[in-house]
């Protein structure tokens, strides 16, 4: 059986920790492209050097050319410009989408069963652009935002109530901007609730909602406070695990339910849009959208966010 192969399209801060994180846990051989010459092929030479020392049996390949992803099973995306300090996501879309048509061309050309994540930002917008100009069949084609907004969620949690990361679920839905949507209600440590654990520690319902209400704020700049205190560019480390997880559900086929963005066709009474739910994630990609019941406050917050969507996606038209 030969081995999987992943393409990272995009070389800079986050592709060069995801070919990195591919290495480590032998998700399968790696190529990293890059319009930049030299770029590519310096970080995997690095990382290959690294291998007697981790222990991986890997191939990684730096590349300037779209042939050498031929035949790859999963392909992430970061090609474009990151943020920087006073920019929103949406700032980047005029540069960005002209970036994704011509990695989208490229992919569809030379890996058309791929499997495609995409991370460049607007994200929502990005991946709805990549389908397009692929004309990739819908579970084939996927943003990642949630994974990464609900690992944000779950750190504060753990941190405000001094637990272990590994016990805490908490998701996020929505677009991936200012307005996603952080579900409180179905937050937990190991299935207790996080508001009861809240209102037990400050011992006032008021005080817990207070705490509660800053949490979601930072998580909704979550990804702002990592650009106003690096200068220079945006996150990568967290945003490189998160794409990994999804990869790694595909490529073994976990049945994973991570929050995705999705193509929806009706669910959640959205039509036609990408947009951050949990789904399972497993060998044919977004292999189902699971439908959680949403009360009205939530339900309001995610109509508001799904808007802010849509108007991004219409003025791409
Ligand atoms: N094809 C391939 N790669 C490209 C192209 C292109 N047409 N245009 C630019 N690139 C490359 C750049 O050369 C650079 O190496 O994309 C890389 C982007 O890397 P960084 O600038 O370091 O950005 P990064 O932090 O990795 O973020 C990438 O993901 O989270 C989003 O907002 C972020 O849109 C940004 C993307």
Same mark, same amino acid.
């Given at each position: 059986m030969s081995r999987k192969k992943i393409a990272l399209i995009g070389g800079g801060q986050i592709g060069g920790v995801l070919a990195q994180l591919c290495a480590l846990r032998e998700l399968g051989d790696?190529?990293?492209?890059d319009v930049v010459e030299g770029l590519p092929q310096g970080k995997t030479l690095d990382i290959s050097e690294a291998a007697p020392v981790d222990n991986f049996d890997v191939c990684l390949k730096g590349a300037n050319s779209y042939e050498e992803i031929a035949g790859s099973n999963v392909i992430i995306i970061?090609? /474009?410009? %990151? @943020?920087? %300090? /006073?920019? +929103? @996501? *949406? *700032?980047?879309?005029?540069t960005n989408s002209k970036i994704m048509t011509s990695v989208a061309e490229g992919i569809k050309k030379h890996a058309p069963d791929a499997f495609i994540i995409c991370i460049s930002n607007p994200l929502d917008a990005m991946v709805t652009l990549c389908q397009k100009v692929t004309g990739f069949p819908k579970n084939r084609v996927m943003g990642m935002a949630g994974v990464l907004d609900s690992a944000r969620f779950a750190a504060f949690i753990a941190w405000e109530l001094g637990v272990s990361v590994k016990d805490v679920t908490a998701m996020v839905m929505g677009g991936h901007g200012d307005d996603m949507v952080p579900l409180i209600r179905y937050a937990n440590v190991f299935g207790i609730p996080v508001m009861a654990l809240l209102e037990k520690k400050y011992g006032s319902a008021t005080k817990a909602k207070e705490v509660m209400d800053a949490m979601v704020k930072r998580t909704a700049g979550a990804g702002g406070e990592v650009v106003g205190l690096l200068k220079t560019g945006s996150a990568f480390y967290s945003p490189a695990s998160s794409a990994i997880c999804m990869a790694e559900a595909i490529l073994r086929d976990q049945k994973r339910v991570l929050p995705v963005c999705a193509l929806l066709e009706g669910e959640y009474g959205v039509d036609g849009y990408y947009v951050g739910v949990p789904c399972i994630l497993g060998a044919n990609g977004?292999?189902?959208?699971?439908?959680?019941? !949403? *009360?009205?406050?939530?339900?309001?917050?995610?109509? +508001?966010?799904?808007?802010?969507?849509?108007? !991004?996606?219409?003025?791409?038209?």
């Open positions: 790696v190529v990293l492209f970061t090609a /474009g410009l %990151p @943020r920087k %300090p /006073g920019m +929103s @996501r *949406d *700032d980047l879309i005029a977004v292999e189902k959208i699971v439908e959680i019941d !949403l *009360d009205e406050t939530e339900q309001a917050l995610f109509n +508001s966010s799904v808007s802010h969507v849509k108007e !991004l996606v219409d003025s791409l038209k």
